[in-house]
């Protein structure tokens, strides 16, 4: 069921379907909420399963010319609060995963878990926020385009992008449909983000982290650095996968994922 909650003179969109213990999924920037649709469905026969449109993409509005993950953060409990849910595990895939680490310092007493889903808990450094202006100078030209052409197919692996053509124009599709404005905002927001490191350390609540061997985002060393910051953490390595885990290895996905929350029980 699509629902849409007002947040702040916006509205923001959600999915929600199923019953029991609450899954709620944060997609990443280019995406939304329809990123999940066939991953998370798997869940839903045993759990509420809550797909959220971040602010600035899918249905859901902008706030301002800045999307600060604080502020994503805070949407998401929102929905929760909306929901009357008190309680919740939370994945976010890469800039949602920025969003998660707010969430975590922020709501803490709220989450039975979380996972970092091809995301990282450090803030940009210099390459990463010259990219950043670089994507927003493309958009104030008009150029999204470009960023989709090149950004979609990058977060796949080399490898599977034939045998996943079709899964790559629907992300491209997806990633469209988002505004300008939201986007530069949510980039701005990214560049602008703290380092969540010291949160990521601490071992409650419990973390899993998702990586695959293959992503040409986040190189091996940084995940690497990710399991020495938190030793506690479940841990998935994908090895066939990219950025897109939950599309290109689903099945190996969804049955850790099991693992994790049975661990949480």
Known sequence: M???????????SYLIEGEGETLVFLHGYLEAKEIWKDFSRRFSSSYKVICIDLPGHGESGVLGDIHEMDEMASATAAVLQNENIDFCVLFG???GGYAVMSFVENYPESLKGYCLFHSTCFADNEEKKDMRDREMALLMCGKKNQIIHTNIPKGFADSNLDSMDEEVQRVKKI????????TIALLRGMKERKDHSAALSKPTPPAL??????????????????VAIAPHASIIVLQNSGHMG????????????????????
């Open 209 to 226: 982290l998702i990586w695959g061997k293959r992503d040409n985002y986040i190189p091996e060393e940084v995940f690497n650095k990710l």
């Open 93 to 95: 895939h890469s800039m």
């Open 246 to 265: 939950f599309i290109e290895e689903a099945d190996c996905v969804y049955s850790g994922i099991l693992n994790f929350l049975d661990y949480l029980k």
């Open 175 to 182: 990633a469209m449909a988002s505004s300008d404005a939201g």
């Open 2 to 12: 699509k629902k849409f909650l007002d947040y702040k003179e916006i509205k923001i």
